[in-house]
């Protein structure tokens, strides 16, 4: 095959979303292997779950520009930077944050470190991940289900909830007790007993976080059918895993 052969073939290659890698054998070449990633199963439904949640989700790779339109077209992502170096992921993440926004990052890679320190928050997948992306972010989710994320999120969400709900109970309680007690109708066993009670309101309502870990999803119905909506199937809830069961 000539070279004008050669590169037209290449550029089919690249126009299909993969990454053409060239075989020479004694300074001749004997031909090419196209390499193309796929996404993740639960993907899609991670994305749609993120999205229904009211987040933006924006994919910034080093992979070309056809690649990443693929990849991203598959899992329902709408904004994509492609062929990103390490130094310009961490970059974008700054211009993001310029402009007010709060930025996750998510990755698994050594080119995915600088921007996981840059970011608000960062998150590796722990399974796959590198350990220097694993020692970089902030957290870690020890497996392959990217439904983890949502959950991770919503499971935050729901924390501080409860956080701002047993604050209420517990102010509440003081004025109610202070106010007993220069009215003169609050003795001192009525107020031991009136704040040991709401002691227990206060643990009974943190321990509503506890149903995620019975196989409950932290996602919320409506966040499930909004998901559902958009990817065209149901998003299931992933069951929590024991201890003996994550990996290594």
Same mark, same amino acid.
């Given at each position: 095959?000539?070279?004008?052969?050669?590169?037209?073939?290449?550029?089919?290659?690249?126009?299909?979303?993969? !990454?053409?890698?060239?075989?020479?054998?004694?300074?001749?070449?004997?031909?090419?292997?196209a390499v193309s990633d796929s996404p993740r199963p639960d993907a899609r439904e991670a994305?749609?779950?993120?999205?229904?949640?009211?987040?933006?989700?924006?994919?910034? !790779?080093?992979?070309? %520009? *056809?690649?990443?339109?693929?990849?991203?077209?598959?899992?329902?992502?709408?904004?994509?930077?492609?062929?990103? *170096?390490?130094?310009?992921?961490?970059?974008?993440?700054?211009?993001?944050?310029?402009?007010?926004?709060?930025?996750?990052?998510?990755?698994?890679?050594?080119?995915?470190?600088?921007?996981?320190?840059?970011?608000?928050?960062?998150?590796?997948?722990?399974?796959?991940?590198?350990?220097?992306?694993?020692?970089?972010?902030?957290?870690?989710?020890?497996?392959?289900?990217?439904?983890?994320?949502?959950?991770?999120?919503?499971?935050?969400?729901?924390?501080?909830?409860?956080?701002?709900?047993?604050?209420?109970?517990?102010?509440? !309680?003081?004025?109610?007790?202070?106010v007993g007690v220069f009215a003169g109708g609050v003795t001192m066993a009525i107020g031991?007993?009136? %704040?040991?009670?709401?002691?227990?309101?206060?643990?009974?309502?943190?321990?509503?976080?506890?149903?995620?870990?019975?196989?409950?999803?932290?996602?919320?119905?409506?966040?499930?059918?909004?998901?559902? %909506?958009?990817?065209?199937?149901?998003?299931?809830?992933?069951?929590?895993?024991?201890?003996?069961?994550?990996?290594?």
């Open positions: 095959m000539d070279i004008a052969g050669v590169s037209a073939h290449l550029q089919r290659l690249s126009s299909e979303g993969k !990454t053409p890698v060239l075989v020479a054998a004694d300074g001749r070449m004997e031909g090419v292997i994305v749609a779950a993120l999205r229904s949640m009211g987040l933006r989700v924006l994919m910034i !790779t080093g992979d070309n %520009h *056809a690649a990443a339109a693929r990849i991203a077209q598959a899992v329902g992502i709408d904004d994509v930077l492609a062929e990103v *170096a390490p130094g310009g992921k961490a970059r974008e993440v700054k211009a993001l944050q310029q402009k007010g926004q709060v930025v996750a990052m998510v990755g698994d890679g050594v080119n995915d470190a600088p921007a996981l320190a840059t970011a608000d928050i960062g998150v590796a997948m722990g399974a796959a991940g590198s350990a220097v992306a694993v020692e970089t972010a902030d957290i870690a989710l020890m497996g392959d289900n990217l439904l983890k994320l949502p959950e991770a999120i919503s499971l935050a969400k729901r924390t501080v909830n409860v956080m701002r709900q047993n604050i209420w109970i517990a102010l509440i !309680t003081v004025v109610v007790l202070l031991m007993f009136v %704040h040991e009670g709401s002691v227990l309101i206060v643990i009974l309502n943190a321990m509503r976080l506890l149903r995620n870990t019975q196989g409950a999803t932290a996602l919320s119905r409506s966040e499930r059918a909004r998901a559902a %909506h958009e990817t065209g199937r149901p998003v299931e809830p992933a069951t929590a895993q024991s201890s003996s069961e994550l990996p290594s």
